[in-house]
């Protein structure tokens, strides 16, 4: 019997630069300072420069990022929002959770925000445009920016799965206002727990973004906005700075993985990603297509090898949203999605044997 290829593992990272991050945690706990201090200083400056803007401000979660950020630009009740239909549930919880109206469409042939069907959707009640750069594939920015500008609708993005993505050199997240950045565990960059980050070049918003991860202030017991606690705190920024050190490696070992399965993965039946022209495509997850998913799945299964889908319920047919007023059949592209992606095996640490065996067994189906 050969062993499982499981669908994402950690640790071999971790144990790849174990004793920096076993270094970065001692200096937290042997610091006695735990909640926003210098290491939250430092990575919010690291991150910053390596997404290419100005400021970062650190925060609890990917869902507090895009929560926080349309809550700064001014989001309220009733304002509606453009999203894409085939995101994580996550991106249109921001938006509810501000009590705004999430306004999905579908998406284009890189599963990013389809320009001509946001120019459809735009009405004088949008407030905020959410491209999400889903899988790590950059969203057509170019055409987005232009339809944002000339209706005079900000823009922020999802960056959840887009860590160092780019779309005509331009770093995604810097499109717009705000970039909201997850660093849940199984991103491409992932701390220990939850976190997550904004980026922009506002120095107004970020300090707005700051008071409101803090309760709403700036100096301690004077409060000038109804908060949060949305703080990074030291012990995931000093982690998070370790791994960032290495992003370039990780990324280029990512890209190595995806080349692999790009070159040998030959079958018609199964429909392969692509990077959208003149785009660095970061792939946080490597999607193929094909006619009855379930089955595919249940191929791979038996062969040892895990996947995942993204996403098996879309949001508009949540359990969550089934009061939003949308139903079955509005979202079609999106509907058929969920049947026909799989995500194959992809972290850091597999190995060509490992690679070789998915490949075999997709090719064979
Ligand atoms: C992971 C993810 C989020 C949420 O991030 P959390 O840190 O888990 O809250 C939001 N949007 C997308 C597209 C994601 O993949």
Known sequence: MTTKIPFNVLKPEYERHRAEYIAAATRVLDSGWYVLGTEVEAFEREFARMAGASF?????SGLDAL????????ISSGDEVIVQANTYIATVLAITGNSAKPILVEPDEFYGLDPKRLKAAISSRTKAILPVHLYGCPCEMGEIAEIAAERGVPIVEDCAQSHGAAYSGKMCGTFG????YSFFPTKNLGAFGDAGAIVTDDAELAKRVKMLRNYGSERKY???MQGVNSRLDEMQAALLRVKLSHIDEALAEREKIVKFYLSNIKNDRVKLPQARPNCRHVYHLFVVETDHGEAFRKHLEERGIGTQIHYPIPPHLSKAYSEIGYKRGDFPITERMAQRMTSLPLFLGISEEQMRRVVDAVNEW
């Open 67 to 74: 929560s926080l950020a349309l809550r700064a630009i001014g």
């Open 222 to 224: 004077y409060n000038e």
């Open 56 to 60: 970062c401000v650190g925060l609890n």
């Open 177 to 180: 206002k705000i970039g909201c």
